[in-house]
């Protein structure tokens, strides 16, 4: 009975999806369901209490992706805006918060433990051209601040990935594409009794879709890990990446102006970029006995970051425009220490963890210069010149504790310290910021009434640094710390052998929240927010080879309590309860597949998103003057909606080969992001082309030995 209930549950939210479908038109489906077994495969005790996604190799490498990001939208909740542009990094968003390219930096990224972001472009800035699909192990998408693993940069998410430790493994794929798109990826694993190694390969050009958008960029990875004894192991894991293309800028959706143009000053070479990043980190574990073990980490991280942008004509300026050079140095470093136990108190089940960490993060110097009209990349005048540290002391505590057999109970915290120096080179302003304290509590509740149902509650308070490229954070008097405290309520459920189901309900109540505008071209605050809403998804398979995947995602993201003076208006703007804009109300996913061990197999995939509130470039100005509303939602807005269908046809040799034809956007659908872009001298909005359909043919080699 309660297995139909909970079915029930589920086709009633894929019908009646709440409280959504009444307040727009559009129909919505669902988005797509990870890979994985929603009971029993999640790494941490930690994450059985959330609505944690968890993605393995298979998941992610027997897929093509415009860029290696596109993979977190296998989980829901969670939506890619692609700018276009090449090696330029894309935004993205979990449940309505924001990373990747968009300053506002609320999720964090970790491959292998060092941290991928910078805040040279902006804060937070996430550059995943590093992330090589076919050396991944694991992927944890966790949704807000639900871990004491993660602070700064995490009240949104964190998205933890784990490379291959080790084995016996020999994989090549090769794939060419559409707009001369060359892909070679690679992975080598040996491993005896005591001594492992892994590399890790790729070498990737495209011409890009449109003109002047080509991209190269290059990846290695090595690991090397020793068991000295059967208490003590260690490992050394190092990375290089680099980076160097073209781009073909921004153009404005009202010109008219065709998705395959660019903005370019005659030169061909106006906005591209280059970026050399390497990485290095030590990990070493020793086990006190069966039950208790110490791990220790250190990882140093030095970055090089050059990007040209220029703009074109708009709406207001039909003349060319300007541009800028932008090159900032990033280098990091980390180390902690962390306890743990694992084993029974009174007989009940018991996991125990407590840790320090310490990271530094210095970007010296970050510098412009313009970047004049019919130049090319010549730089003119210098515009800036800063350095800035941030320094991060952190200790965190959790425990997991079977109270009954059928109920576990979580409880955790950190405490991060946060202070840092900013200079102003130009000026010769220096200023010694204060150091913000945050205090991060964690709980989580599971129970296990049936063998086949999993319960859980939990409730998290992270936190997330303002524009820490700004000289505000550092002043004292203007920023504070974005608090975010989540609540989750959900289910996971094996119903029958062949079907999996899952529902997740949360609220998140923000404090010192933050928002882009465009009349100070900097993040402003914005003060309390609220986003809620649910996600759910089934795992279906009817027949061993066969398998149907679906999941649904609801946000629903408005201004609290905003009140402030509108420029342009002349008047106070109230905002509460207004939506926050670019924030999709709607996200699904639907997935069909047959994967045989030989022959053909393949899959169908749609995606759609649904009601994110974008400004109209329509309506942007008023008499020829332009409309600025300090980026909130009461100016000129209009819906967007976007479907995109996915395809595969593949052909199994035997376990070792096999040919994969991909064809993304099917229907070539010509659509822009969910992201606009400003242009911050005249008020007007450009919109980032997306992808048109793109072919390509890929083998695949596995000579893994079991």
Known sequence: MLKNILGLMFLSLLLFPFPAVAQTDEET?????????????????????????????????????????DMIKMSPGVSMTHYGESGVAPPFQIRGFKAGHSGDADVTMYLDGIPLHDNGHTTGYLDTGIIMPIEIESME??????????????????????????????????????????????????????????????VFHTDGWRANSDWDKK????????????????????????????????????????????????????????????????????FINDENEMSFYIYGTTLKHTRWQKSGPTLTRPIPGAGSEQYNTHKSWGTGLTYSFKGELDDREATVTVGASYSNEKEDPRRTWSLPWGTGRARGGQTSDTTFDIKNPAVMAEATYQVLKPLNIRLGARYDWLSGDFANNLTGT?????????????????????????????????????????????????????????????????????????MTVYRINTVNDTSFDEQTNTNMPVGKTTRQGVEAAVDVRPHKDLRFRANYAYTDARYKDRKEFNTSRGEMVNLKGHRIIEVPRHITNLELSYEPPQGFGGRVSFRWEADALLRDPGRTTVNGIPILDNGVQVGPYKRQDNGTLDMQLNYRFNDSYRIVLDVLNVLDKKYYGSQGAPDYATGDFTYSYQPPMTVYLGLEMNWDKN
Request: aromatic share 14%; proline share 4%; net charge neutral.
């Open 430 to 502: 220096h200023l010694n910021g204060p150091t913000y304290k945050n205090f991060s509590p964690k709980a989580g509740i599971l129970y296990t009434p049936l063998e086949w149902l999993d319960v859980y509650a939990n409730f998290g308070r992270g936190f997330s640094m303002p524009s820490v490229n700004a000289a505000q954070f550092y002043d004292g008097n203007v920023w504070d710390l974005k608090r975010r405290d989540q609540y989750e309520l959900g289910y996971r459920a094996r119903v029958y052998d062949w079907m999996n189901l899952e």
């Open 219 to 286: 990846n290695f990875s090595g690991r090397w890990s020793y068991k000295f004894t059967d208490k003590f192991m260690a490992s050394l894991n190092v990375r290089a990446y680099q980076s160097e293309w073209d781009s073909a800028g921004y153009i404005s959706k009202l010109l008219g102006a065709p998705p395959s143009s660019a903005v370019d000053d005659g030169s061909g070479q106006g906005n591209g970029g280059k970026r050399d990043r390497y990485d290095a980190r030590l990990w070493a574990n020793y």
């Open 29 to 69: 489906e669902a988005a797509e369901l990870p890979a994985i077994d929603v009971r029993g495969v999640i790494r941490r005790e930690e994450l059985k209490t959330t609505s944690a996604t968890v993605l393995d190799n298979k998941d992610v490498s027997s897929r093509v992706f415009y860029e290696p990001l």
């Open 141 to 202: 998408i966790i949704k807000g601040p639900s871990s004491v693993y993660y602070g700064a940069h995490a009240a949104g998410g964190s998205i933890p990935i784990q490379t291959i430790k080790g084995g016996n493994l020999t994989r090549l794929n090769l794939r060419y594409g559409s707009y001369n798109n060359m892909d070679a990826t690679g992975l080598l694993a040996r491993e005896d009794d005591k001594f492992s190694q892994v590399y890790a390969f790729e």
